[in-house]
């Protein structure tokens, strides 16, 4: 005769249980019934079950929505057995942070490339091997030369539905650990900012090229430096920075790809790359440089092993007290980012009584006019922010005693002008003189000619205004 | 242990009874979709390579709970965020954990591509057909007639109806398995439980998207007791969405994935730098020639050449080891319509890239030549297609015109195209801009892998050069203006 098999009956942990009489229904023998009295615990007053003719079905377990509340014997057992020991999230150790490593790149012609492609190499130099992105005007080529090039480097590219999933697809790339980028343009570049924001309170990296258009709305696809104040104010709700670069040249576009990503790493978040139309469009020389990167596997990744099970990314903090913390965590590493990060390009500015600031490709022209200035007698010079946020302040300040004015030139409202303000004023400085500007917008660039005649024609300290 | 965490720490550190219990209401249907989830990884050995994506909506708190990776996402984006966890490392499972509002509202795009897109990821829609952490607002699924707090009277059509989202999805190409299941009695629960497993499972075994849809409880918002609830799915929600196997695809392997590769060689070759450096034939940059930087601009119809014909000469200064740069400029037409090239060429480092005074105009067509002739730098030189342009306007008396025929000489070469290289060719004789032989290598360079053009072009060089002799560098006219 066969032996006959007992099955172990449940176990009710009446503490946990909501009396929610899902099991009521599931016993087939009617061996449950709703309870009577208030659990002193929950407050709640748990189910009655009458485990003596139980057969050991465990359809009531599997009826209960509770993890820990009408359990099998076995699980009982277990949890009776580690009550008092501690176990969060299980007994792993952290996972081992592999660095990145630099990897020597043999010598090769250089390269007559456009800004946006420019960028795209200096991703893949910087490890990048997973693109999302959606094609818009004039960012697109960057994604495209991705889409060329990934496939034969082992690389994703893949086509987001819209720029809302483009984000989300590098948040959980970036999550990940890998190294993960797009080229979008400044309408796109608003649709990514909640993700960005999610990117910033998770702390996930990822790098963002905008290569900014005339707005607002649609606008057109000609160059403007449409975005600063979004990259630099408003990365999407709450407490958030990122470090925004701001190349002027083909080369720049490459090198501060590169930049972008070990920032992004370094300070576990994203980075912006302000590019404008011109410069993503704009052919150059680019040098590449000695050294590639092979990425590391960071020890907070959430990868899909053993080793980073215990890790979470989530931008959620559900108790006040611990969202506080987290934020002025964030401020602190905001901190860092402005007193290691500020960049800034000076071009003749050690006697320069003229200062004009100027970023982006407009700052190419500045730099002509400077230059053009320089042949006429006036001692002109360019102080060009490489880093927008981090404003580089630091490097400003000594050369405002000489400086008798100082003339932003850029291709917006004003948004340049309002971080200099703003840098000025947290340090607590003033320029003593007027600041005075020469803005285009709607896709025009002020020119060198422009930039020359706005400050030869006016040698006061009124302002000057482009025609 | 199961595959949930033993103590919940994350829910408010665990404190008290939220070390063991969830944050869930009594009766909700979450818990036991949870409960099935966990087992089925459990069961299928998986529980190192899972990452769990919690969505928004009352299972935010999936990651308090199911001891895996986990990532939270923005509301409607889990999909997204699941398909850069499976891009990331593709080995890992990663689940989509989502509720109505979320999937089937606000992330109705990230839902149906990733379906469509058809990778293995496995997403377990939660339906209850209300909002739950919101407090019981209208969702897509709300049934007609039931009131919510936005639908106080009840749904009626203004507000819409029902979208059957296990439908929907099946109707795509992409997904290998959707099926639609609910929690209401013991046999509902045994076919959810096998149906999450099976979801699951097809994603282990690399096979493709699958989408498990769970009709549930949520007996807060319903203002039901939680077994009146069990009955209200079954009596009310049934008839709106049928259970059962919506789509089960005889699975094939999703394909192998791609190993990143980081050889320096192969990004080299990749990026087309590996060729050797390009000889140089320059003796210096030609500061003669306009007084320092010069600046050149290629105008006319999409088609023209003048994009080529400005890289080319971009390529051919950065050879020489000089700076370029080159900008160019489209109407709004993806075809035809205007193209305009700035080109810009310096001894070490080009400022403005934009040229506002050419020094040189090549101009393709009419149009462009009344639009950027009257800017030519005074000194400048134009060259236009004499072919199309008949009637040149009168230049300032110090610009040089010089009309050269590039149309018909590239017709008569059996190469239309070739028309910007012949004006390339008038351009170089006229101004003497680099050895003749920067050019041709510069072309050469150009057409690598296209060897069958290379004749033709040189060819066409040669012949623009000619066309425009009498009025070139070697005759003297610069010397007047200089």
Redo the contacts between chains.
Sequence with gaps: MAPVEVRPKPVL?S??C?????C???CAQGLIERGTDIHP??G?VPIALHPEACNGCG?CV???????GLVSAS?AA??DA?EDR?????PRLPAEEVPAAR????E?????VKGTHAAA?GA??A?C??F?GYPITPSTEGAELMAK?L??????F?Q???E???V???????????P?MTFTSSPGFSLML??IS?MIG?EVPGVFVDVMRAGPGLGNIGPEQADLKLACRGLGHGNTHAVVLAPAT?QEMLDFTMLAFELSFRYRNPVVLLADG?LG?????VT?PAE?V??GEPAWA?????A??R??????L??ETDQEAHNLGLLEKYARMAEGEQRAELFRCEDAEVLVVACT?PA??A???V?ALRDVGIAAGLFRPQTVWPFPIRSLLPLLGRARRVVVVEASGGQLEDELRLALSHAGASTGVEIQHVRRMGGV?P???EIVEAIRGKRSSRKVVAA | MSTFYERFERHDHAAGLKAQSTHYCPGCGHGLAHKYLARAIEELGVQDRTIAISPVGCSVFLYYYLDVGNTQAAHGRAPAVALGHKFANPDSVVVSYQGDGDLASIGLTEIMHAAQLGVPITVIFVNNAVYGMTGGQLAPTTLMGQKTTTSPLGRDRTMGQPLRMAELIAQLDGPVYVERVALFDAKQRVRAAKAIKKALRLQVENKGFSLVEVLSECPTHLHLTPLEAQRWVKESMLPVFPLGVKKDATPTDWGTWQKADFDPDALLEAVGARAPPVPRFCSGFPHGLFGGDIGLKLAGAGGDGAQTAAMLIARAAINEGFDATHIPSYGPESRGGTSYADVRLAQDEVFSPDVPTPHVLVAFNAPSLAKFGLAVAPGGVVVYDSSVVREPPAFDASVRAIGVPCSEIAAELGERKVKNTVALGALQCATGLFPDETFLAAIRQALQGKSKLVAVNEEAFRRGMRAAEGCGADDGWFGWWI
């Design positions: 942990r503490k946990y909501k009396g929610c009489g899902r009521i229904d599931a615990a929950s709640l359809l599997d009826a209960c929505p509770e993890p820990y699980l277990e949890l580690s501690r176990r969060f999230p299980h990897a020597a790149l043999p090769g012609r250089p390269l007559v190499i893949l130099l490890g091997r997973h999302f090039l496939p034969s480097l082992g690389g994703v893949l987001a539905p819209s809302v999933a483009t989300n697809m590098m948040y959980g790339c970036g999550g990940a650990g890998r993960v909640e993700g999610y998770a083909p011109h469009e704009m052919t150059g020389k590449l590639l092979r990425p959430v990868s899909g092993d053993a980073h099970r890790n979470l990314i989530a931008s959620i559900l108790k490709t190419r022209m730099k002509g006019a230059r660039l020119s060198q000619g």
